[in-house]
């Protein structure tokens, strides 16, 4: 692999510095700690000859003295400070500068949730220094802390369920609330408290709670619970629940879909996404139906896993103290659980050509007033926003994909160990990222996102061409390994 050389400046001196092409960015980030003499927990940015951030990885562009970057510590080693300092900056450092699990310090001692509240709220004020203008691009990803079984222990659901309350309070400015309207959010800068929060702020954006009439106790309560109900796996989790709802709301506001399709099919789409994946084993249908598991059994084979998300999803609703719908007609009721199973159903990919070829035959005469054509659109948006990672910024997607091919070897192991047939695209023996990634947006992605974009045209720079780069990206690193193994050959 190619050695890269960068030139930069830092402390007034001239340093360089050589990495090889192909290892990750902690080992970038560890070579320049070195330059500043830094503790393995600081966290540096790096800037262009221009001013601006750039990302601290393996592609950071080589360059010469000339047009040498520039290298500055920001913020101090926060692990090695007094116990003053406030419990939500250490996790924050944590899990934007190492790959470290995040851990609420287990110190016998009660959370103070006043530094939280306070952490959040700077956090807010100062949003345009977060990842999204490149602070942060870069980093690794951060990691949920392991627990015993699938799910957080309760522990933990305690401390986000007191700090989701405390911080709900909180004003969400108008930066904030604008960035949530885009695909170039970055999930992984945010607590899971602080995204109940921000899910809050969509339900109350679109007017669900003033529409449906929706008390704010009630909406937390369901938010929270649909938050236990994701299991600490490692993509189809609530991050991902979080990252899918995001896209839905974005993409409602993008197309000004409020302006086209009722309020209350909006709702079916938001929250279709928030619980299409509820109670997910980390095993996809076609294990589940080999394994001949519970769920394939309940459900005759027929979509298990997303039956189970439905079916966990109306069991939350019918808790009194999370029944958001308490207050619907009937008939609201009617359409708005006929709706949800319809789309999160929808999300089985073994119906994928058969929903995308049915939307293709209504665009030439589409009608937003139709019915069927309403219900196609509606299953696309939700499909959309479940498989959009490659939509967003590469430094924001690609630990997904790790996080997604660390699940599907997950389940090959397992299938492996049981006997079961192996699912290719999930064999750790056989499979690589770019690999996996080339096909997957070649034959699934781009035909999907372009039929979307003869509807609304606006989504052709917000999805469809980060699509498009995102392809090219990984069509070159697998030129690269196709290279590489063909000079290994003897």
């Given at each position: 692999?190619?050695?890269?050389?960068?030139?930069?400046?830092?402390?007034?001196?001239?340093?360089?510095?050589?990495?090889?092409?192909?290892?990750?960015?902690?080992?970038?980030?560890?070579?320049?700690?070195?330059?500043?003499?830094?503790?393995?927990?600081?966290?540096l940015?790096?800037?262009?000859?221009?001013g601006?951030?750039?990302?601290?990885?393996p592609?950071?562009?080589a360059?010469?003295?000339?047009?040498?970057y520039?290298?500055?510590?920001?913020?101090?080693?926060?692990?090695?400070r007094?116990?003053?300092?406030p419990?939500?900056?250490?996790?924050?450092?944590?899990?934007?500068e190492?790959?470290?699990?995040?851990?609420?310090?287990?110190t016998?001692?009660?959370?103070?949730?006043k530094?939280?509240?306070e952490?959040?709220?700077r956090?807010?004020?100062?949003?345009?220094?977060?990842s999204?203008?490149?602070?942060?691009?870069?980093?690794?990803?951060?990691q949920?802390?392991?627990?015993?079984?699938?799910?957080?222990?309760?522990d933990?659901?305690?401390?986000?369920?007191?700090?989701?309350?405390?911080?709900?309070?909180?004003?969400?400015?108008?930066?904030?609330?604008?960035?949530?309207k885009?695909?170039?959010?970055?999930?992984?800068?945010?607590?899971?408290?602080?995204?109940?929060?921000?899910?809050?702020?969509?339900?109350?954006?679109?007017?669900?709670l003033?529409?449906?009439?929706?008390?704010?106790?009630?909406?937390?309560?369901?938010?929270?619970?649909?938050?236990?109900?994701?299991n600490?796996?490692?993509?189809?989790?609530?991050q991902h629940?979080?990252?899918?709802t995001?896209?839905m709301?974005?993409?409602?506001?993008?197309?000004?879909?409020?302006?086209?399709?009722?309020?209350?099919?909006?709702?079916?789409?938001?929250?279709?996404?928030?619980?299409?994946?509820?109670d997910h084993?980390?095993?996809?249908?076609?294990?589940?139906?080999?394994?001949?598991?519970?769920l394939?059994?309940?459900?005759?084979d027929?979509?298990?896993?997303?039956?189970?998300?439905?079916?966990?999803?109306?069991?939350?609703?019918?808790?009194?103290?999370?029944?958001?719908?308490?207050?619907?007609?009937?008939?609201?009721?009617?359409?708005?659980?006929?709706?949800?199973?319809?789309?999160i159903?929808?999300?089985?990919?073994?119906?994928?050509?058969?929903?995308?070829?049915?939307?293709?035959?209504?665009?030439?005469?589409?009608?937003?007033?139709?019915?069927?054509?309403?219900?196609?659109?509606?299953?696309?948006l939700?499909?959309?926003?479940?498989?959009?990672?490659e939509?967003?910024?590469?430094?924001?997607?690609?630990?997904?994909?790790?996080?997604l091919?660390?699940?599907?070897?997950?389940q090959?192991?397992?299938e492996k160990?049981?006997g079961?047939?192996v699912?290719?695209?999930?064999?750790?023996?056989k499979v690589?990222?770019?690999?996996?990634?080339?096909?997957?947006?070649?034959?699934?992605?781009?035909?999907l996102?372009?039929?979307?974009?003869?509807?609304f045209?606006?989504?052709?720079?917000h999805?469809?061409?980060?699509?498009?780069?995102?392809?090219?990206?990984?069509?070159d690193?697998?030129?690269?390994?196709?290279?590489?193994?063909?000079?290994?050959?003897?």
């Amino acid at each position: 692999m190619t050695l890269k050389v960068i030139y930069f400046m830092v402390n007034g001196r001239l340093d360089h510095a050589e990495f090889r092409t192909d290892c990750s960015s902690t080992d970038v980030k560890d070579l320049l700690r070195a330059s500043v003499e830094a503790g393995p927990h600081n966290i540096l940015t790096m800037y262009d000859a221009e001013g601006n951030v750039v990302n601290i990885s393996p592609s950071l562009t080589a360059n010469d003295v000339n047009t040498c970057y520039r290298l500055e510590v920001v913020a101090s080693d926060l692990q090695n400070r007094a116990l003053a300092v406030p419990t939500e900056l250490r996790n924050m450092d944590n899990r934007l500068e190492n790959l470290e699990t995040k851990v609420l310090e287990d110190t016998g001692k009660t959370t103070d949730l006043k530094s939280q509240v306070e952490s959040f709220k700077r956090k807010l004020e100062n949003v345009e220094h977060q990842s999204w203008i490149g602070l942060f691009k870069g980093q690794e990803r951060p990691q949920r802390r392991a627990s015993q079984g699938h799910r957080p222990v309760q522990d933990e659901q305690a401390q986000v369920r007191r700090t989701f309350r405390h911080m709900s309070s909180l004003h969400v400015n108008d930066k904030v609330r604008e960035y949530l309207k885009t695909p170039l959010f970055d999930n992984w800068q945010w607590e899971e408290a602080e995204m109940l929060v921000l899910l809050q702020v969509m339900y109350t954006d679109l007017d669900f709670l003033t529409a449906f009439h929706i008390e704010v106790d009630v909406l937390q309560n369901f938010l929270f619970e649909v938050y236990r109900h994701y299991n600490n796996i490692p993509f189809h989790n609530f991050q991902h629940c979080f990252c899918v709802t995001q896209m839905m709301y974005g993409l409602i506001w993008l197309t000004d879909l409020r302006s086209k399709l009722e309020r209350i099919d909006l709702f079916v789409m938001l929250t279709s996404a928030l619980c299409h994946d509820l109670d997910h084993p980390g095993y996809n249908n076609v294990y589940q139906i080999n394994a001949r598991t519970d769920l394939a059994l309940r459900y005759n084979d027929i979509s298990p896993l997303e039956n189970h998300h439905c079916a966990v999803a109306f069991a939350i609703l019918a808790k009194p103290e999370c029944n958001i719908l308490k207050s619907l007609t009937g008939n609201q009721y009617k359409h708005i659980r006929a709706g949800m199973i319809k789309c999160i159903l929808a999300t089985d990919m073994a119906r994928h050509n058969e929903i995308l070829n049915k939307f293709k035959v209504t665009l030439p005469v589409f009608d937003f007033k139709t019915e069927g054509h309403k219900e196609v659109l509606m299953k696309i948006l939700v499909k959309v926003s479940d498989i959009s990672n490659e939509a967003r910024p590469m430094a924001v997607a690609e630990p997904w994909l790790d996080c997604l091919l660390q699940e599907f070897f997950n389940q090959s192991d397992s299938e492996k160990l049981k006997g079961l047939p192996v699912t290719p695209f999930m064999d750790r023996d056989k499979v690589s990222k770019p690999s996996s990634q080339t096909g997957f947006i070649r034959f699934v992605l781009l035909p999907l996102f372009t039929e979307l974009t003869k509807l609304f045209p606006c989504l052709e720079q917000h999805i469809l061409e980060p699509v498009r780069k995102a392809l090219d990206y990984y069509s070159d690193l697998e030129k690269e390994a196709q290279a590489e193994a063909g000079c290994a050959k003897p």
